[in-house]
């Protein structure tokens, strides 16, 4: 089974500045990778798939990059609104995995 | 709009059975896969598996397998998560999500809204 790792495990930044999440894969998951914003009571939401395209909605403040087993999603300036998880997922063969989190809370 | 409307929530004993359902609208149901993925209290999503309504072909993930049973019924586009036996551990909230293209690789969008389950003596 193909591991997602997800760092760091908490990002503390304030509104305004740049946050950068890594994921990183145990084998090559090619461009099938997925982000996800989630935040308190709600279900997550997709932010990005094919590992660097936005999904309906998404504002371009919010970009991704990587292919392969290494993987970044940026947020170009923290909005309030921005604080939350953020998972990334795997949609290869199955299981289709996702990683544990990142945090990103106000500092 | 594509919509996924889930079951509400649920309290059940150890033991009981369950079936929560997870109904698809504004889209064509047999076209594309739908997941479940589960949600412990205060902790990351667990992807648990995926079926095709269009001919029931379902994925699980080995750490459910055997565990929960993925089924549809695509004559009311209704996807269905159920438990034989529930145990303490079963207890989180469970989102279903359809695949956002119509192929079995594919990432989630929508999802439902969610659906807690409590299980507690």
């Known amino acids: 089974e193909i591991v997602l790792t997800q760092s760091p495990g908490t990002l503390s930044l304030s509104p305004g500045e740049r946050a950068t999440l890594s994921c990183r894969a145990s084998?090559?998951?090619?461009?099938?990778l997925a982000w996800y914003q989630q935040k308190p009571g709600q279900a997550p939401r997709l932010l990005i798939y094919g590992a660097s395209s936005r999904a309906t909605g998404i504002p371009d403040r919010f970009s991704a990059s990587g292919s392969g087993t290494d993987f970044t999603l940026t947020i170009s300036r923290l909005e309030p609104e921005d604080f939350a998880v953020y998972y990334c997922?795997?949609?290869?063969?199955?299981?289709?995995?996702f990683g544990q989190g990142t945090k990103v809370e106000i500092k | 709009e594509v919509q996924l409307v889930q079951s509400g929530a649920e309290v059940k004993k150890p033991g009981e059975s369950l079936k929560i359902s997870c109904k698809g609208s504004g889209y064509s149901f047999t076209n594309y896969w739908i997941g479940w993925v589960r949600q412990m209290p205060g902790k990351g999503l667990e992807w648990m598996g995926i079926i095709y309504p269009g001919d029931s072909d379902t994925r699980y993930s080995p750490s459910f397998q055997g565990q929960v049973t993925i089924s549809a019924d695509k004559s009311i586009s209704t996807a269905y998560l159920q438990w034989s036996s529930l145990k303490a551990s079963d207890t989180a909230m469970y989102y279903c999500?359809?695949?956002?293209?119509?192929?079995?690789?594919?990432?989630?969008?929508?999802w439902g809204q969610g659906t807690l389950v409590t299980v507690s003596s």
């Open positions: 997922q795997r949609y290869g063969t199955s299981p289709q995995t």
């Open positions: 084998q090559s998951v090619s461009s099938y």
């Open positions: 999500a359809r695949h956002v293209v119509s192929s079995r690789f594919g990432a989630f969008d929508p």
